[in-house]
DNA sequence: TTGTATGCGTTATCAC
DNA sequence: GTGATAACGCATACAA
């Protein structure tokens, strides 16, 4: 039991009465074959059901193995998840496989994981990086030709090509949309740490936007929250100041998921909201929640296809492709402030 | 550029003034070697920054490459992407890498990757199957001892370890909950195919359900869907029936997705809805909506664990193993029946 | 404590 | 057309 050696393609050779290289030049269509052995050997391959191993095929002379790592923070986030399939979708055509681990936004997780896919000899690797990790270490690599992408977000430390969303024009975008529908105390609710990088970008976007429109900036309105719960409690809060906003700017999923259902407990379905990323129930909300929609699908895609063209010998500088990002109307987008009121 | 050799045991052997098999041994903490030696293997293989290989370090007699292969239809859907990672916990610790991909719930796409993964000599396999897929020739490699836990479906044409949700009792369960809260006009949406084996154990709790309650069967009442648009139409006919549901049970989050709103456009908030599967906005939504919730996380946890068992020498018989589910109330699973009323 | 011989399954090279 | 040989990077078994 459990002790059936797999064939092998020297297996295949005994049975045929030829050697190893001759299945292998069959199998691979190589160098030239008569038809009766070829034929032969096809037979006796589905006779023994051999597949040949490519952990040795990969181990040729200084070949790389067929595989491409991903680094996710979180597989559970369907946002990574279809970034995920984006990346083997554009991969597979060229019989890559993908090698997938998260790193639950902890940097030596994060370090272990690429160690790990390194010591597997992938072909290309594709990262988002956790908040504040380092990537120094993969100069070596970057320079003995592995291809490096970043997704999502920038590495530090290392020259490599990146996918990113448009984060600042996407906030610009959605902050703009808000202010066209007569709002100037707009919040901002966005990501822990205030250092990572889609938060910074957004939060760019959003300044740039009130800024626009001549709109003074105030900190009191910008809040970090990094989780629903901690959203909600923020949202809280800047609805009891003295001077509360009049629209909400959720900067990324989480902080819409706790938003919402502030706004709605606290009865305010007269404060307007965008959120920055998309959510599957985001149409059912009464009112239906606008948002900045992000394409993870593309972004994907697109990670991959730039590893792809390193791997074909495209030896420019590094480079930063960005997605696209659509704004969703569905209402909480497009409710207008409250009437001017006598101030109490 | 792009061509400096990674370093390898030669490499540091040459470098330190011994054989490889001796660096080997520091490495792997195999045989005796003396502290002075071991220092300075292990300075030069940080100088030289060497990573073993583990395409050849695997290829050792006999052994399996060390990585589990998960299948599933769909990264982007936040259930499995929670299952993947629940399967990557449990395996990282063995030091076992995932290998990932996506069947798009097709065949022939899930046997291509299947066999893939094969070709890559994978110590263990997981597969999501796609519906109506026949796994009968998986039954050399169960034979030759490679661990197979079909996941969230059982398999076909393979005996093989399995797990899954509690869908029939957790049917039954939601189903015996608006009963409980007074309905006996309950209707079903379900999957498509209706062969599909969710599909089938959900019906079957939600049918045994109504009989514990004495209410008979109305096929009027059980509907197929395969998108939330497909359910939303067939709820707007339910809804047009002489005699109309007054709850509905949603057999996952598709169909979810397409009641909700639909429920909400015509205006029905009297109607009471139960979903299978949780959803991220659930407790958002007015009313917040009831689930049969499942444990993706506990579901790949579960099923690396039989692999991890299968791999560490268990040659017991094939199980199965059922992951519970809870019901989570939030209020529109607890919606009473209208009054009973003249009958026009 | 360290070294030698050998093998894993495949492909490259060069010969016949 | 086909074969013999070496090599990829590491580990196992046995010697020294």
Do not use: W
């Amino acid at each position: 039991m459990g002790s059936t050696r797999r064939p092998t393609l020297a297996d295949v050779a005994a049975r045929v009465g030829v050697t190893p290289k001759t299945v292998s030049r069959v199998l691979n269509e190589d160098g030239p074959v008569s038809e009766a052995t070829r034929a032969k050997v096809l037979a006796v391959v589905e006779e023994l059901g051999f597949r040949p191993n490519l952990m040795a095929r990969n181990m040729r002379v200084g070949a790389r193995d067929s595989t491409v790592g991903l680094v996710v923070p979180d597989m559970g986030n369907p946002f990574f998840g279809t970034v995920a399939g984006g990346v083997e979708d554009a991969v597979r055509d060229r019989g890559l496989t993908l090698l997938m681990g998260s790193s639950g936004e902890r940097e030596p997780l994060e370090h272990a994981l690429i160690t790990t896919f390194l010591a597997r000899r992938i072909s290309g690797l594709l990262v988002v990086p956790a908040a504040g990790s380092d990537h120094r270490f993969l100069r070596r690599e970057r320079e003995s030709g592995l291809p490096v992408v970043f997704v999502d977000r920038p590495g530090a430390g290392l020259a490599a090509d990146a996918v990113v969303s448009a984060n600042e024009e996407g906030a610009r975008v959605g902050v703009a949309h808000l202010i066209a529908h007569g709002h100037r105390r707009i919040a901002f609710v966005g990501d822990r740490p205030a250092t990572l990088y889609t938060r910074k970008t957004r939060q760019r976007g959003y300044r740039s936007a009130l800024e626009a429109a001549g709109i003074g900036h105030d900190p009191a309105l910008v809040v970090t929250a990094h989780d629903p719960y901690a959203a909600g409690v923020a949202v809280r809060r800047l609805l009891a100041l003295a001077d509360p906003p009049t629209a909400v700017f959720a900067a990324n999923n989480f902080a819409s998921l706790g938003v919402v259902p502030a706004l709605a407990e606290a009865g305010r379905r007269d404060v307007a909201l965008v959120g920055f990323d998309d959510l599957p129930l985001a149409a059912v909300l009464e009112p239906g929640l606008t948002v900045v929609a992000q394409d993870p699908a593309a972004i994907g895609r697109a990670a991959a296809e730039l590893v792809l063209a390193r791997l074909g010998g495209d030896r420019s500088r590094a480079v930063t492709r960005t997605v696209p990002v659509t704004l969703v109307r569905r209402g909480s987008g497009e409710l207008p402030p409250p009437p001017p009121s006598a101030s109490c």
